[in-house]
């Protein structure tokens, strides 16, 4: 049998003593510069975040609002603080393969300057190429290479024009070219004449015409191969002239660059590039006053291969004015926002792309570094998970084309050659997703091998409340708001009890605390406070439970006005007040409800409506089945138990779960087999198991409040209070109204670790102790109920006697 226990006031809620805190403002705090209440994290983040083997990336899983980003983000800035910083990257034109950029990689700082760098040599290009071809020595040499060409070339048809003349023919200019005519006397002969040659003349000319042609080809050959030979030598002479043009303007890039072997090799193609390419820089002008339509239609050629776009640097990632490693959070991760993208411009109904239009992903701005990504955005968006996995998987970060891949007819693109991918990959997200994941991805326990996992709660001790202190300090600060004197900081330390429901514990769901800590120094700004008070704390809490309570208030106008029946006074049998708690997503409050009992002679034993008609959940039907049990434990010793019973939830129209009710259900069943009243005026919580234990149940704190704002309505009359389990003594951090009503004796708080304990104190009534026998001594709740249940079984068994009797049978 356990002990009645009334909570006094003081006990209601754990107080902090403002001068505890020892400081007269948070002006006096220094910042909060490390993660509060949060050790377990802590150390797998500083395990995660330095171990270099692949596969530990980070999944930080904790519920919404601990506020994990920002302490992730935080955390992580100050360990890249002293990390070195990672290379720049830019992309280049691939001289030997188009289609393919090539990445080139270099020291942070130094890709801006590089990009510049080709930039002015590409424009000195411009320059400095048309003013060497238009030197007297370039003009000296070409007109050299075109006369000696032109002289040979005049001295060949000289002696086939010799050759023919010898023969007795004329070399003729046709259309299809030279041409052998006979002549005589340098008069060219006639077809008559020709005719009236014998034939033996016809024949010799013949012969001679066609020894006169084969000697003519073998000149004409040589000819063009005068010709190629001049065209051979130009060329030459314009790359020569292009390379001088270029040879001491690329040494001085080289010299620049003497350290970067990538560069190197990248400016010996872009050097061979310029000199096979020169026209590209003698016809720029002339390029520009291209009619408008050739110029349209030229734009569907590739930039890469019609202009100068070709010798641009793209810088992807500039990293010159960065401290330390790179901390990227990406909040909408889609596949291109991580892996990047290759941009198309749209020209005449058709797309060119080049390598200017390669763009960054997260990936390649966190290379080197850390990237945070919110884990159900990733998982909604499509491709972007699997895009995440294959590049930590390969170790490579490549830009592929999504539009190509699932498009059903190829288009031409580009295909950039990958990078080295060396990133640590924190994903946040609830504990939900982080199971979900790990029970049904075969990647992700590969990937993600530290799990790194965010309490909503810490301890509450001197230096947990100093922490809260400091992070206040560290809100006002960051907001240039008011400072807060010791009482508001001592009222935020005890909301944070109360958001978790326990006296030694507080919350570290932060990004709660920093709300109601801006809204109370806005209250404060408004009344012209030099800082923010305790009541300006007080006064936030109760207008931010004001804009929430619409329907807390609807409920309770219905109880007042009898819409909703619960009594708050007198006495009833198979009646009780139990205690529910409604959740409406951002809040959750306290309702009173009705439980009733009825019991006759049966077999079925105890029956739940709300279980009967499927509105109940499997946790409420497992209570009502323990009640059956503690039944048979305390009642069936003597005789088998006979009895029917049903229990509701009276005006309850929704699914019922959870087995906090099962005290008052228990204590309601009692009363109905007893047939002895329940007080009204008192609401019971708790849950029981089959040895008749009352055990600790959730939401007491909303429960206590529900039932004593009802109270407060109807009015107080000093008998009234709420009956909870003595496990959740420490779970109640109460309201200052209800403060004030217990500490002047008008409600009340009573604790109770038995079922015996909670139907004296409702009944009024020893429970009585059963003797070894299985029976209780008289004017006790149990004997009253084992008489009445006796009663049910000599009925039922006078009754089965009855129908056992044999018909008379008259013949």
């Known amino acids: 049998m356990g002990t009645l226990i009334e909570l006094p006031a003081e006990e ?76 720049d990257l830019c992309y280049v034109y691939n001289f030997a393969h188009a289609r393919e950029p090539l990445p080139l990689q270099l020291p942070s700082g130094m890709a801006v300057p590089f990009r510049d760098d080709v930039d002015a040599f590409v424009e000195e290009l411009q320059a ?7 030197s007297e020595e370039y003009s000296r040499h070409r007109d050299q290479i075109m006369q000696e060409m032109e002289a040979r070339r005049r001295e060949i048809l000289s002696h086939m024009d010799q050759r023919a003349s010898d023969a007795g023919f004329q070399l003729l200019k046709g259309p299809g070219g030279l041409l052998l005519a006979p002549a005589a006397g340098g008069k060219l002969l006639t077809e008559e004449e020709i ?27 040589a000819i063009r191969e005068l010709e190629k030979g001049a065209r051979d030598a130009l060329r030459a002479l314009d790359t020569e002239t292009a390379a001088y043009a270029a040879r001491h303007l690329v040494a001085d890039l080289r010299a620049r660059y003497h350290d970067q072997p990538a560069v190197l090799d990248y400016l010996t193609e872009l050097q061979n590039d310029v000199t096979e390419h020169a026209d590209d820089f003698r016809k720029g002008k002339e390029a520009e006053s291209v009619p408008a339509p050739l110029a349209a239609l030229a734009t569907l050629v590739p930039d890469s291969e019609r202009t100068l776009v070709r010798y641009q640097v793209n810088v992807v990632v500039n ?60 998982l909604m968006n499509p491709f972007a998970w699997e895009g995440l996995k294959r590049a930590l998987k390969d170790g490579l970060l490549r830009i592929e084309e999504l539009g190509s891949q699932l498009a059903l007819v190829s288009t031409v693109t580009l295909d950039p050659e990958p990078i080295p991918l060396n990133v640590k990959v924190v994903l946040i997200g609830s504990p ?24 909503n709660r810490m301890d509450r001790t001197a230096e947990s409340e100093s922490g809260y202190a400091r992070f206040v300090h560290t809100i006002t600060h960051l907001d240039q708001t008011l400072p807060f004197d010791a009482g508001a900081v001592a009222r935020v330390i005890e909301y944070g009890s109360r958001a978790v429901e326990d006296q030694d514990q507080l919350s570290t769901c932060f990004g709660d605390i920093a709300d109601l800590v801006r809204e109370a120094a806005h209250r404060a700004g408004q009344n012209s406070h030099q800082a923010v008070t305790a009541v300006d704390v007080r006064t936030a809490e109760e207008a931010r439970r004001y804009r929430q309570n619409l329907m807390e208030e609807r409920l309770r106008e219905a109880l007042i006005k009898g819409t909703l029946l619960v009594e708050a006074t007198g006495t009833a049998i198979g009646q009780i007040n139990g205690l529910s708690v409604l959740s409406l997503g951002d809040y959750a409050f306290g309702h009173p409800v009705r439980l009733t009992a009825t019991i006759a002679p049966g077999r079925r034993g105890v029956v739940s409506i709300e279980r009967e008609v499927e509105l109940s959940g499997p946790i409420h039907g497992k209570g009502v089945l323990i009640l059956s049990g503690y039944l048979l434990r305390q009642y ?56 008749g234990q009352v055990q600790p149940v959730g939401g007491v704190i909303a429960k206590i409040e ?19 389990p003595v496990e959740n003594r420490r779970h109640v951090m109460l309201r200052d109204d209800v403060l004030e009503a217990v500490s002047k004796g008008q409600f009340h708080i009573w604790l109770a670790d038995d079922v015996d304990t909670a139907l004296e104190l409702l009944i009024g ?41 044999p018909e008379l049978i008259n013949c």
Do not use: W
């Open 12 to 87: 209601l809620r754990r107080v902090c003593d403002p001068a505890s805190l020892g400081f007269q403002t948070t002006d006096d705090l220094p910042l909060l510069n490390e993660v509060l209440g949060q050790p377990r994290a802590v150390a797998a983040f500083a395990f995660g975040a330095n171990i270099g083997s692949p596969g530990f990336n980070i999944f930080a899983l904790g519920q919404p609002g601990s506020g994990k980003t920002t302490l992730i983000r935080q955390y992580l800035e100050h360990c890249a603080e002293s990390q070195p910083v990672p290379p």
């Open 128 to 134: 400095e190429i048309p003013k060497a071809f238009d």
């Open 195 to 221: 005719e009236q040659l014998k034939p033996e003349q016809r024949d010799a000319l013949a012969r001679t015409r066609e020894r006169l042609q084969h000697e003519m080809e073998e000149r004409l050959r």
């Open 319 to 378: 990293n010159r004015d960065r401290k330390g490693a790179p901390v990227v959070v990406e909040t909408n991760p889609t596949y291109h926002n991580l892996t990047g993208r290759i941009e198309h411009q749209g020209t005449l109904g058709g797309t060119v792309t080049d390598h200017t239009m390669i763009k960054p992903g997260a990936l390649h701005r966190a290379n080197g570094g850390y990237l945070v990504i919110p884990a159900r955005e990733c």
């Open 432 to 455: 939900a997703i982080y199971y979900l994941l790990l029970a049904y991805d075969e990647d992700f326990q590969k990937l993600f091998k530290v799990k790194a996992d965010f309490t």
């Open 636 to 691: 069936g010793r003597a005789h088998p138990l006979s009895l029917s019973a049903s229990l509701v939830f009276e005006q309850s129209y929704g699914l019922v779960d959870g087995d906090s009710a099962s005290l008052a259900e228990l204590c309601v069943l009692v009363s109905a087999a007893a047939d002895l009243p329940l007080r009204q005026d008192i609401a019971v919580t708790g849950s029981v198991n089959q040895h």
């Open 706 to 724: 529900g039932f004593f704002d009802l109270c407060r309505t109807r009015g107080l009359t000093g008998r009234q209070g709420v009956l909870i």
């Open 765 to 805: 009534l020893p429970a009585g102790e059963q003797d070894a026998a299985g029976g209780f001594s008289e004017g006790t709740v149990h004997h009253a109920v084992a008489a009445r249940l006796s009663q049910y079984a000599e009925k039922l068994r006078a009754l089965g006697a009855e129908e056992k009797k």
